[in-house]
């Protein structure tokens, strides 16, 4: 099976920076979508950023112009480049991935995301 290990996370200040990985390892698909999500304390689970199949990237409103999705040739590590994060960013921080995924707005929803594998999060902190 498919597993999926996020690492990177850890405590900046406002506007710091930082670069989440994640690993995928085992069998899954030739080609495949992969996601980050972020959930903080009692709120749901936010679709931040994706790479389709194809290499195109989508990402929430929000982090645009900040955040950076990319993809390592192999396919097995993916990275999340953060920049001048904010406080309320804080939030675990996970990657999933799945054989396709949903273009737009629908791709950041994790009801769309039902058959993906998970990985266990990696813990971002902003202070302020």
């Known amino acids: 099976q498919v597993q999926l290990v996020e690492s990177g996370g850890g405590s900046v200040q406002t506007g710091g920076s930082l670069r989440l990985s994640c690993t995928v390892s085992?069998?899954?698909?030739?080609?495949?979508?992969v996601a980050w999500f972020r959930q903080a304390p009692g709120k749901e689970r936010e679709g931040v950023a994706i790479?389709?199949?194809?290499?195109?990237?989508n990402y929430a409103d929000s982090v645009k112009g900040r955040f950076t999705i990319s993809q390592a040739n192999s396919k097995r590590n993916i990275y999340l480049q953060m920049n001048a994060l904010k406080p309320w960013e804080t939030a675990t921080y996970y990657c999933?991935?799945?054989?396709?995924?949903?273009?737009?707005?629908?791709?950041?929803?994790?009801?769309?995301?039902?058959?993906?594998?998970w990985g266990q999060g990696t813990q971002v902190t902003v202070s302020s």
């Open positions: 790479i389709e199949r194809n290499g195109n990237t």
């Open positions: 999933t991935l799945d054989h396709d995924c949903y273009s737009g707005s629908l791709g950041l929803k994790a009801e769309y995301w039902r058959s993906a594998s």
């Open positions: 085992g069998d899954t698909y030739p080609s495949y979508c």
